[in-house]
């Protein structure tokens, strides 16, 4: 089982980024899934969830602002960030709600201001 997390990269405050999770051993439909990010000296937090039922669900801080999504035929999971501020600058990981999968090294996000 594998989840890798891709898609980040600098970009300035308010603008756009879409983050990609891609599974492999494991059929992301299935499982509940999550967005996680971890900012420098940190901890990890929740960012983001999509159960089976596509039912989501957003911490707070990013929401109206992230969407997540999923593709059933890509097997793929993708967090639209729009308006992007400093704040949202960490490190990105994709995982499941329950009975997490190794971390892997996310992607990292970087937002100037």
């Known amino acids: 089982v594998q989840l890798q997390a891709s898609g980040g990269g600098l970009v300035q405050a308010g603008g756009s980024l879409r983050l990609s999770c891609a599974a492999s051993g494991m059929i992301l439909r299935m499982i509940n899934m999550g967005w996680y990010r971890q900012a420098p000296g940190k901890q990890r937090d929740f960012v983001a969830s999509i159960n089976t039922g596509g039912a989501t669900n957003y911490a707070d801080s990013v929401k109206g602002r992230f969407t997540i999504s999923r593709d059933n035929a890509k097997n793929t999971i993708y967090l639209q960030m729009n308006v992007l501020q400093p704040e949202d600058t960490a490190v990105y990981y994709c995982?499941?709600?329950?009975?997490?999968?190794?971390w892997g090294q996310g992607t990292l996000v970087t937002v100037s201001s």
């Open positions: 995982n499941t709600i329950y009975n997490k999968r190794s």
